[in-house]
Every structure is written in C-alpha cells, then in structure tokens.
C-alpha cells in the first residue's frame, strides 16, 4: 500500500453494502481496501471502481485472515476509516441450529468486528473512524434468524463500548442502520421458507411498495456520514438511513427508495 495516502478499509467488500462503501470511498483520495472472502467477487468490485481500490481476499474470522489484511497494510501509515460490513444472516430456527452455526454467526457479525477492529488501533490512532453496518434486528427480535438478531444486538453493543474505549485514542465509533437494503442477504430471506423464516413476508412486501433501499444510495449516505461530519457529530448516536434529518446533506433531491 502507498505510503503517503490515508487508507481505508472495508470488509464484505465483494457484494451489497460492503461493495457499495468501498466503491463510494474510491472516489476519495483514499486507497481503499476491499476485504472479502471470494476473490472472484472482489475482482468485480475492483472492476466496478476502475482498478481505484486494492483488494485482500481473507476471512475475517480467522487469525490468518485478519493477519492477511495487516499485512496488505504493512506499508500504509494510517487507516482512516475502518467499515465493518462483513455479515451472514443463516435462516434457522432456534430448535435446529447447530452450535456450529451459531458460532459461525457470532465469529462474523461480532467477534470479527473487535478483533479486526484491535489490530488495527495503532494505525486508527489519532483520527480514525471505525463504522459498524447496524441492523433493525438488534431490536426486534425475528423467527427463524435468531442467531443473527442476537449478533446484531451484541454488535450494537460491542461499538458503543469501543466508542467509550477508543476515544482516548483519538479513535471515533459509530453504528449505522442501512434499512432494508436490496442486496444478497435480502434475497436470501425473501426466499427463504416462510414457515421458518415469517418475516419473509414484510420483505416481500417491502419490495412491493418500492421500499427496498440499493445499496448505491447507502453507500452515499455512509461516504457523507464518515468524510463530511465532525468527531462529535460522527460518533454522537446510532445513525439510521430512513431519519429524513441528514437527508439535505447527502441525498439533495434524489430519493431514497429507487422506485419512489
Ligand atoms: N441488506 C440489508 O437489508 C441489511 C440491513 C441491515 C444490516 N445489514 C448488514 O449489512 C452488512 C452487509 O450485508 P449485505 O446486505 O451487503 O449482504 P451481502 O451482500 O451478503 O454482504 C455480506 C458480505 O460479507 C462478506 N463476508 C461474510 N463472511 C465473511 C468473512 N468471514 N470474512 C470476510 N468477508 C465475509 C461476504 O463476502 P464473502 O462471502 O466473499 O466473504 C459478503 O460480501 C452485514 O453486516 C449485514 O448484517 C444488511
């Protein structure tokens, strides 16, 4: 990684929310790291941002892959941002789900998130910002994706305590809410069986009205939330994308549902 830029770096970078941040970010003077565990789908993000952002294909979950990605980092000096949107959202219910499984949803969607988030202080210090892709499920609990529901609560929880943790070190945290957002982990549920999964419903629904934001326009949002806000402002509450209050900043005269 060049020296001399800041840097910033994304995981789930290979689809959805991931992708669009990191596509977003690469309009920036930035290098960005895209992280994923598929290089195939990396290389398409790559393509997408025309060749403007490095990628690294590692899981998250693993000493070896958080190693990877410090690695690929060696030469930079400084992260500027770190955004958290690795996540995978399993549709099981609570009776069948394996302890495997289970652990799988807590390594990604939680685990991950400290420990990717602790090696990277030392270059964070003094000015970088830390963004956790929050979700609706945190609160509200669903069949059939419990497993998630529980890790997203624990995530809400594990930024607000590294919010309190990391200011010493000049390190803000936030957690933003993207609302229900057209991407692979949608379309999953939408498919899934409804008798296992009754939520599918509001999601079907969802699309019917046009509700389903893409991932383009919260790619936006997030690039304003963490280039354009100062450190109070940034890391004074859990954002959501649906609070028409910042609209004016970032989304202008464009609308949030792609069909409204
Ligand atoms: N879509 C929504 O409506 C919604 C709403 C609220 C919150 N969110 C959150 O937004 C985030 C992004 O989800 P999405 O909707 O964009 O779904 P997505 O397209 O499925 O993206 C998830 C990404 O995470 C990556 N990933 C999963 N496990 C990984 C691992 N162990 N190491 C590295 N990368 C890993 C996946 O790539 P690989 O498989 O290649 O690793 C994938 O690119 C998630 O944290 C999700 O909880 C989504």
């Known amino acids: 990684m060049p020296e001399d830029r ?7 970078a290979g689809s959805g929310i991931g992708r669009a941040v990191a596509l977003e970010l690469s309009k920036e003077p930035l290098t960005v790291l895209a992280i994923g565990r598929r290089s195939q789908a990396l290389g398409e993000t790559a393509v997408l941002a025309a060749g403007k952002v490095v990628t690294a294909s590692a899981d998250v979950t693993s000493d070896k892959g958080r190693s990877a990605i410090l690695g690929k980092l ?22 069948d789900i394996t302890a495997e499984s289970w652990r799988r949803v807590m390594t990604t969607n939680v685990d991950a998130r400290l420990l990717l988030t602790q090696a990277l202080i030392p270059k964070l210090c003094d000015g970088g910002r830390v963004l956790f892709i929050g979700s609706m499920s945190a609160t509200k609990p669903r069949k059939g994706s419990a497993a998630y529901c529980t ?8 930024h ?9 070190y000049a390190i803000r945290v936030t957690s ?8 692979i982990m949608i379309q999953n549920s939408l498919a899934a069986d409804a008798d296992v999964f009754p939520d599918s419903a509001e999601y079907a629904a969802l699309r019917e009205q046009g509700k389903l934001i893409e991932p383009n326009r919260v790619g936006q ?33 464009d609308t949030l549902y792609a069909n409204a």
């Not at 800041?6 to 789930?12: F, H, Q, R, S």
């Not at 060696?74 to 009776?95: C, D, F, M, N, Q």
């Not at 933003?176 to 991407?183: K, M």
């Not at 997030?222 to 028409?244: C, F, G, K, N, P």
């Open 74 to 95: 060696s030469g930079a000096s400084r992260v500027k941002y770190l955004v958290h949107a690795a996540g995978i959202l399993p549709i099981e219910r609570l009776t």
């Open 6 to 12: 800041d840097c910033a770096v994304v995981t789930g």
């Open 176 to 183: 933003a809410v993207p609302g229900p957002v057209n991407t």
């Open 160 to 168: 607000q305590c590294l919010k309190l943790e990391l200011a010493p």
């Open 151 to 158: 890790a997203m609560a624990a995530s809400f929880m594990l």
């Open 221 to 253: 949002f997030y690039r304003w939330l963490l280039t354009h806000t100062d450190d109070e402002t940034y890391s004074a509450r859990q954002w959501d994308i649906r609070d028409e209050s910042h609209h004016k900043f970032w989304l202008g005269s």
